[in-house]
């Protein structure tokens, strides 16, 4: 179990690795790890949408973009000058642990191929974590959003693959990142302020 327990550390040192586009905007933009996070929950939501394998889908997620502890990240501007040895870092990653043979390297070629659902479904949730970043950043000032604006329709038309992906979207074009915790039980309409509070 060495090899799983140096595997183990190594997952845990993608909270270190920044994605690569924060630094088009200097801003406080969600790590590799976080990155991962939020793209198993998208997948979820649209696995159950689209009735895909929930299982394959989340370990499909898990191992997405994991060689990227070896590769580092790479955004649409440094891709022109750069060659990364995804494969080789991900079979690195594996290698002598119990995750070896087989299962999370095929799982990473069929996202690669694009061919099944599982796969469209992953790459449309690792696709819409920019969209719900640049969101998230919006509120916080900064405009990065604007300025991809056309980039973001080009890959919303191209780049989803799946039905439910593309409603997510657009629901996202109209959603509000504070909505969450505005209409979540509050002090406001739940609470001690409840009929008391004045906007």
């Known amino acids: 179990m060495d090899r799983d327990i140096e595997f183990l550390y190594e997952m845990g040192t993608l909270r270190y690795i920044p994605r ?6 200097n801003a ?6 976080e990155h991962h ?5 998208i997948a979820l939501i649209i696995a159950k949408h689209e009735r895909a394998d929930v ?9 997405h973009d994991i060689c990227e502890s070896r590769t580092g990240d790479a955004d649409y501007l440094s891709r022109q000058y750069i060659e990364r040895n995804e494969e080789l870092g991900l079979k690195d990653m594996l290698a002598k642990t119990i995750l070896e043979k087989g ?7 069929e996202l690669e191929e694009l061919k099944t659902i599982e796969a469209k479904v992953v790459k449309d949730a690792d696709n819409l974590d920019v969209d719900l970043e640049l969101d998230e950043q919006e ?18 038309k191209n780049r989803l693959h799946t039905k439910s992906g593309n409603r ?9 990142p504070n909505a969450w915790h505005l209409n979540a039980r509050n002090r406001i309409n739940a609470g001690d302020w409840k009929g008391d509070f004045k906007k």
């Open 20 to 25: 690569q586009w924060q630094r088009f905007a």
């Open 55 to 63: 299982n394959k889908v989340l370990k499909m997620a898990l191992v």
């Open 139 to 156: 509120v916080r000032g900064f405009k990065l959003k604007y300025a991809w604006k056309t980039q973001r329709a080009w890959a919303s």
């Open 168 to 176: 997510l979207l657009e629901k996202l074009r109209k959603s509000d």
């Open 103 to 109: 299962e999370f390297m095929d799982l990473w070629k």
């Open 37 to 41: 996070f939020r793209v198993m929950w």
């Open 28 to 33: 406080d933009f969600a790590n590799l790890a």
